[in-house]
């Protein structure tokens, strides 16, 4: 995940040729407002209300009291919406955990220039913020909703933008996170380039593609009534290794209830091995990327490697 400044949009008098002028339009509530009443004119007059999430790739908009307005604001968010649209319709029978439920599909309008999406509002706070009474409840249901997501038919999915190796992912900048994290003492250096070499030396994985959500992070998951109620944002949705989706072992479980989630994922030593990677190299460069821009994220990012690299055995 990556970050963007908020922009201030133009005003509702502004051209769109003036605004192309300055720049892409960043969502807002009056944008959702004149996308709405000239698209979808019998949700026009509906209350709209941004929600604030730590989120980097969408901005978030409550619609009425049923409906949900999903923008992206990055411009490598682009295409997540025709994705989202055309799968989780597919998918979402298929699937333990509720899901986002496409109702309308948006197009570029306003000065703004991405397809744009409505969907069900699903009831329940993320699980940063509304964390599971029951962590062990909670390994078992996002173990079996992995496991039922790779069950399903990947014929003509698309790739996974973390369906490959997490060296793909980080390009290059785990060194530059490492050397930075350990300089100013966040982490033991030696002990995490140690276990990154481990990481380094793993196997490749040779499977056949499955389907992988690629974004499990607490504030993708929601809670309701201190159970986890439903999986959001599938914005890196695709086929690929499912190393990515173990992540919530280290992002938001513990030690004693890691166990669960892997033998209701189940999945063999391999996978576990390059999910674990996954978890420290996540956590490690995003950590480094967004402390001091994103503190939620910066926090998910630091249990993330801190949870995983005890597990390499190379501290005091």
Same mark, same amino acid.
């Given at each position: 995940m990556q970050t963007q400044p908020e922009a201030q949009s133009p005003s509702p008098s502004?051209? *769109?040729?003036? =605004?192309?002028?300055?720049?892409?339009?960043q969502p807002d509530e009056d944008l959702v407002r004149r996308l709405v009443a000239a698209q979808f004119p019998r949700w026009a007059g509906? *209350?709209?209300? =941004?929600?604030?999430?730590?989120g980097t790739d969408n901005a978030m908009f409550r619609l009425g009291d049923e409906w949900v307005v999903r923008l992206p604001k990055a411009e490598w968010a682009r295409g997540q919406v025709e994705k989202e649209q055309r799968w989780l319709p597919r998918l979402a029978p298929w699937l333990p955990l509720d899901v986002p439920v496409p109702v309308g599909e948006g197009v570029p309008g306003e000065g703004y220039d991405q397809a744009w999406s409505v969907a069900a509002w699903l009831d329940g706070a993320d699980a940063y913020a509304a964390p599971v009474a029951d962590l062990a409840d909670t390994a078992v249901a996002l173990g079996r909703f992995g496991a039922a997501l790779r069950a399903v038919d990947t014929t003509g999915g698309p790739a996974s933008s973390r369906g490959g190796p997490v060296t793909a992912w980080e390009d290059g900048a785990m060194a530059e996170a490492l050397r930075a994290l350990g300089a100013d003492g966040t982490l033991d250096g030696a002990a995490a380039t140690a276990a990154w070499e481990e990481v380094l030396r793993l196997p490749r994985w040779d499977g056949e593609p499955v389907w992988v959500h690629g974004d499990l992070l607490p504030g993708n998951l929601l809670t309701r009534d201190g159970r986890l109620s439903a999986v959001i944002d599938f914005g890196a949705l695709g086929a690929g290794d499912p190393a990515c989706d173990m992540m919530p072992a280290w992002t938001l479980l513990t030690p004693e209830t890691r166990p669960l989630f892997r033998e209701a994922a189940r999945v063999d030593d391999a996978t576990w091995a390059r999910g674990r990677g996954w978890a420290l190299c996540w956590g490690v460069v995003t950590e480094h990327s967004y402390r001091?821009?994103?503190?939620?994220?910066?926090?998910?990012?630091?249990?993330?490697?801190s949870q995983a690299l005890p597990e390499y055995g190379h501290g005091d």
């Open positions: 502004s051209s *769109p040729t003036a =605004q192309a002028a300055r720049g892409p339009v509906l *209350p709209v209300r =941004q929600l604030v999430t730590a001091g821009k994103n503190p939620v994220l910066a926090d998910v990012a630091h249990r993330s490697w």
